[in-house]
């Protein structure tokens, strides 16, 4: 059915049909996720309203099930303000910088040996790179607002993602030592072999158990890359003000959608380059595409999970643990791991 | 027109566009978008010349931290304008000299070519071998004693920019948060058993 499809676009469109066929990949690709952009909305407000003993939203649909269109919906309604004094210009760039890395990363991530947009060689390194560029909508959103507060909203966020993602990249250093590889899709396969994957329990042989510093670092640092609770410095409802705080209808759904976006953004990457991707837990069973998908939710819900259990960190004491716990203790096991390689122990041969 | 030409051309009028832009606009903030756009359109150019490694280098580094960096102070400036254009004519001798020496150095590098300074093309990256790769190569074994040069050099940077802020007694009574997030409950609440009085 895939070549019928393929060999009637091919008819139709000529020679700009390989434009055409990437651009229905990406469709394919963009479509889900911001599928589950929304969904993930939901499902976080259903988890934490378990955890806390509530029901969630259950009023919109069976079981609440529409409440993100009826959201979405609202948000799209309703009228975009924007500040005297603000430059309009940069106030309406600010959320398409924050959103669109989330989406441009998802060029390069594979979903299995061969399912993958572009098989680029350096795709670890463009990965960090568009994920970079994500920090520019919050510090514009904050500037273009011309208040105070989002300004220093802005400011807070920022240096908390920069600082978030030195820690972030060591960790990430030590992944792509071990598994030789910047490619995405050979990281994932190099954690298919070991001593345990030889034995039928391949789990055991994934980044997440060798690197278990380097993973615990990563995890923490993503969260944080996210500003998600308990590192929601960006937006505490309670007690500080946002960038955002200048933002309504659709302009603030695109941040909002940009969070999310990242989350999930994030979560695939630890499943692909701690929790061995699409590759099974054990012998038994065949390597595919739900196992990444199962890895990816087992991480979002760990997201929401601790966003329900732990109290907020103090702005200062993120800063601490960012510089002087997470970035010290990278570059020892970077140094550790060097020696590991070097010495007859070496178990990524 | 081959499609690689179109992207070329395409990259390149926005680089061109964008440089301008740099100079041109009144707000330095837009300024400074500007540049990130022209960092962005290069990384395009040099994707083109194969040259992966740098071009994802030049976002990484570039447009992910530097100017980010440069963003978070040239918001915090309040530039007036009008007393910045004040010695525009006095200035303007010693600007154009230098000006000038840029141009001719410019001509010299990009004429290259044409005067002969150079005794091959353009090397070619080889399919087999990624870019990545090859740089770290060569950095590690021909080009080992620049590299570590050029880190030691950056770490008496960082050096320096820490002795220079930390001077003195620190001066603010904030708390240390190290010490902060090791204090237990039994350090700063004290739980007093009363036996339960009886009323005569």
Known sequence: MLDALRELLQGLFGSVFPLVWTLLKIVLIIAPLLLCVAYLTFWERKVIGWMQVRIGPNRVGPWGLIQPIADGLKLFLKEVVVPTGSDKSVFVIAPMFAFAPALAAWAVVPFNDTLVLANVNASLLYVMAISSIGIYGIILAGWASNSKYAFLGGMRSAAQMISYEISMGLALVVVLMVSNSLNLGDIVSSQGRGIFADHGVGFLSWNWLPLLPMFVVYLVSIVAETNRAPFDMAEGESEIVGFHCEYSGMAFAVFFLAEYANMILVSTLTSLLFLGGWLSPVGFLPDGLLWLFLKIAAVLFFFLWIRATFPRYRYDQIMRLGWKVFIPLCLIWLVVVGCWMMSPLNIWK | ?200
Do not use: C
């Open chain 2, 1 to 200: 027109m081959e499609f690689k030409t179109f992207v070329f051309y395409f990259f390149s009028a926005i680089l061109v566009f964008a440089g301008l832009r740099v100079i041109t606009s009144r707000n330095p903030v837009h300024a400074a978008l500007f540049l990130v756009l022209a960092f962005f359109s290069a990384a395009g150019v040099w994707m083109l010349l194969q040259a992966e490694f740098l071009a994802i280098a030049l976002i990484l580094i570039y447009v992910g931290a530097v100017m980010v960096l440069f963003l978070f102070v040239v918001m915090m400036l309040d530039i007036n304008l009008d007393r910045l254009r004040e010695g525009f004519w006095s200035y303007l001798p010693l600007g154009s000299i230098i000006a000038l020496l840029m141009v001719t150095e410019m001509a010299l590098v990009l004429g290259g070519n044409y005067f002969g300074l150079f005794e091959s093309g353009v090397p070619q990256a080889t399919a087999e071998v990624s870019n990545v790769k090859a740089v770290g190569r060569l950095i590690f074994t021909e080009y080992v004693y620049p590299f570590e040069l050029a880190s030691v050099i950056l770490l008496v940077g960082i050096v320096a920019a820490v002795a220079l802020t930390q001077r003195g007694k620190r001066k603010n009574k904030s708390v240390n948060p190290a010490q902060q997030v090791f204090v237990k409950a039994a350090d700063r609440v004290r739980v007093l058993q009363m036996p339960a009085e009886k009323r005569d």
